[in-house]
Nanobody, 124 residues
């Protein structure tokens, strides 16, 4: 059974940084895309960043490009999201998700598995 477990959320001041981790287990992730989404109160899920497990190709939402970096540790089956220059608009619950059999995925419906989420709060 696939499990995605996020960690690393918390409270940070505007302009600060946080790093999120997502530990993946339960199957081979070689043909997967790992994505980070976020959901703010009263809003739908928003794609943040994605990485193709096999070759490390990454892509980002315009709102985080240049500030966030997604990466993976192939050996540890872990995906990271480094978030810099955080602002109040980044406050949300952040979710790790896995999609299989695709080359690129930015819509929540394309993802098969989801973590439980971790809260990120940026104080202004």
């Amino acid at each position: 059974q696939v499990q995605l477990v996020e960690s690393g959320g918390g409270l940070v001041q505007a302009g600060g940084s946080l790093s999120l981790s997502c530990a993946a287990s339960g199957r081979t992730f070689t043909n997967s895309i790992m994505g980070w989404f976020r959901q703010a109160p009263g809003k739908g899920p928003e794609f943040v960043a994605g990485i193709r497990w096999s070759d490390g190709i990454t892509y980002y939402a315009d709102s985080v490009k240049g500030r966030f970096t997604i990466s993976r540790d192939y050996a540890k089956n872990t995906v990271f999201l480094q978030m810099n220059s955080l602002n109040a608009e980044d406050t949300a619950v952040y979710y790790c998700a896995a999609a299989f059999g695709l080359l690129r995925a930015t819509h929540p419906s394309e993802y098969n598995y989801w973590g439980q989420g971790t809260q990120v709060t940026v104080s202004s």
